[in-house]
């Protein structure tokens, strides 16, 4: 399978996954689908799905919680997993909740939710796998509205001064937070000079672009974190959900159902497949 249609493929498993529970944050996920296509589907990731504690896998760690969909996606189609489990996605008692739990899912390495945390504890198992002398490297998706966290700019400094060149921070830089743009709640414009200033790697590319992002998240500069600011589309997919933040965290009407299906190239049957 083409990379491109493993992200489409990912995208239609966010959307399915989300209309089977409540409380869905589609519009997040959809932004990252290609990012995790290549992390995944494309050798750059290292890992065993059949054995998720292998000893010298890479880890990847989803810091921007919220949109765990597109993580639940991945993982079942990597074959973490049963995909039909995700039928229960914030059921009652299922493990599958609105942000992800470690432990509970096989291929999860952190409960993230509350932002500005999961790119530090990304960048604290980095440093241990160095000072391990393990070859694996960490990779972190982090929101650009997350950003405005300030402990993230802590873990920055952290990661530049432990010379973690096993460390890679993937920006999915949609441009938009919650509620509103970045730029009118706290912009934080030109985050690929922030970030050389702080002592990483940064590459500057086209987070829906497969090629280039295998090529960003491959490179890597001895002594310096990697920094891939991926700009990104929210709601990426779906055509009236893009670059439109009241799809931050809501679920569509019938008539925009049929419109989601279409751009999903999916039929209400294929729906309910997973
Ligand atoms: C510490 C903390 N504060 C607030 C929230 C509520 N919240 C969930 S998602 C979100 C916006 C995140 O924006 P961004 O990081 O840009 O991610 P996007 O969904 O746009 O990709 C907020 C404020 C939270 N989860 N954690």
């Known amino acids: 399978m ?12 966010i959307f399915k ?9 589609i519009a997040p996920a959809l932004s990252m689908a290609d990012l995790m296509a290549v992390l995944y589907f ?7 799905a059949k054995n998720p504690a292998w000893d010298d896998r890479d880890f990847f760690i989803l810091s921007k919680g919220h949109a765990c969909l597109a993580l639940y996606a991945t993982l079942s189609m990597a074959g973490f997993f049963d995909s039909n489990e995700l039928k229960t996605f914030t059921h009652s008692g299922s493990r599958f909740g609105g942000h992800p739990k470690m432990g509970d899912i096989p291929g999860v390495e952190a409960s993230t939710g509350a932002l500005g945390h999961g790119m530090l504890f990304a960048a604290g198992i980095a440093l241990a796998n160095k000072m391990d002398g393990k070859d694996s490297r960490v990779y972190t998706i982090v929101g650009d509205g997350e950003c405005e966290e300030g402990s993230m700019w802590e873990g920055f400094m952290a990661a530049a001064y432990h010379k973690l060149d096993n460390f890679v921070v993937i920006i999915d830089y949609n441009k938009y937070q919650a509620m509103d743009s970045l730029e ?4 934080l ?25 295998k090529q960003a998240l491959t490179e890597r500069e001895l002594g310096k974190p990697r920094a891939v600011i991926a700009n990104t589309i929210k709601g990426r997919g779906i055509s009236f959900m893009e670059g439109k933040p009241i799809w931050h965290c809501r679920m569509p009407n019938e008539e925009e159902m049929e419109i989601a299906l279409a751009d999903l190239h999916m ?3 294929e729906l309910k497949i997973l």
């Open 267 to 269: 039929t209400a049957e």
């Open 189 to 213: 414009n030109d985050f690929s000079s922030k970030l050389k200033a702080f002592g990483f790697s940064v590459a500057d590319i086209d987070g829906h672009d497969c090629a280039a992002i």
């Open 184 to 187: 009118k709640i706290m912009g």
């Open 2 to 13: 083409k990379i491109e249609e493993r992200a489409l493929a990912i995208r239609q498993c």
């Open 42 to 48: 494309d050798e750059v990731l290292r890992y065993d």
């Open 17 to 25: 996954i989300a209309c089977y529970g409540s409380g869905a944050h």
